[in-house]
T-cell receptor
Framework: SQQGEEDPQALSIQEGENATMNCSYK?????LQWYRQNSGRGLVHLIL?????REKHSGRLRVTLDTSKKSSSLLITASRAADTASYFC??????????????FGKGTLLTVNP | DAGITQSPRHKVTETGTPVTLRCHQT?????MYWYRQDPGHGLRLIHY???????DKGEVSDGYSVSRSKTEDFLLTLESATSSQTSVYFC????????????FGNGTRLTVT
């Protein structure tokens, strides 16, 4: 089973609206990361939030982390057509000793309609 | 694209043939990773490297081998390709093994017929 699961699987909004995507995970993490993937391209890192942080901002992006609920959310404000992409959360956990494991969810497909 | 080049970008091969995918980086990063991306599965780690000649298995390593003879190159080999290895393969790099974002290449689309 997946360590991180995004919700919803797909989201369609109008330009200018806000988009919120959620990620839930099962075990304690070291950090949680969000990535974007445009069609036919590799993933691009957006934000990394550590387990002792609750909120981070980057431009129009806001990420929250609630370790008690084992969940995170990614908010994109004032969306643009160029934000159309798949968004993935990835959870990093310590898998023993100096080994760390980064596990990706299946992603949320965001469509922003002009 | 953080100085990561994957080659080839597309490949069609027949079942049973060997295939080698190449990842080349110009960032001098220590860590390199190979992932595969399949519908319904997200990204899954195949193998990773933590230095020249130092590699380890990921969660879906069966049927794959890797080699890293230079810092900048990480090769993924399918010794005898099967149809289940049809996928998009991504290489990624990072400066450290934890608390560090990954930088991805643009992928290789492999079709095994």
């Amino acid at each position: 089973s997946q360590q991180g699961e995004e919700d919803p699987q797909a989201l369609s909004i109008q330009e200018g609206e806000n988009a919120t995507m959620n990620c839930s995970y099962k075990t304690s993490i070291n950090n949680l990361q969000w990535y974007r993937q445009n069609s036919g391209r590799g993933l691009v890192h957006l934000i990394l939030i550590r387990s002792n942080e609750r909120e981070k901002h980057s431009g129009r992006l806001r990420v929250t982390l609630d370790t008690s609920k084992k969940s995170s959310s990614l908010l994109i404000t004032a969306s643009r057509a160029a934000d159309t992409a798949s968004y993935f959360c990835a959870t990093e956990l310590n898998s023993g000793g100096s080994n760390y494991k980064l596990t990706f969810g299946k992603g949320t497909l965001l469509t922003v309609n002009p | 694209d953080a100085g990561i080049t994957q080659s080839p970008r597309h490949k069609v091969t027949e079942t049973g043939t060997p295939v080698t995918l190449r990842c080349h980086q110009t960032e001098n990063h220590r860590y390199m990773y190979w992932y595969r991306q399949d519908p319904g599965h997200g990204l899954r780690l195949i193998h990773y490297s933590y230095g020249v000649k130092d590699t380890d298995k990921g969660e879906v390593s069966d049927g794959y081998s890797v080699s890293r003879s230079k810092t900048e190159d990480f090769l993924l080999t399918l010794e005898s390709a099967t149809s289940s290895q049809t996928s998009v393969y991504f290489c990624a790099i990072s400066g450290t093994h934890y608390n560090s974002p990954l930088h991805f290449g643009n992928g290789t689309r492999l079709t095994v017929t």
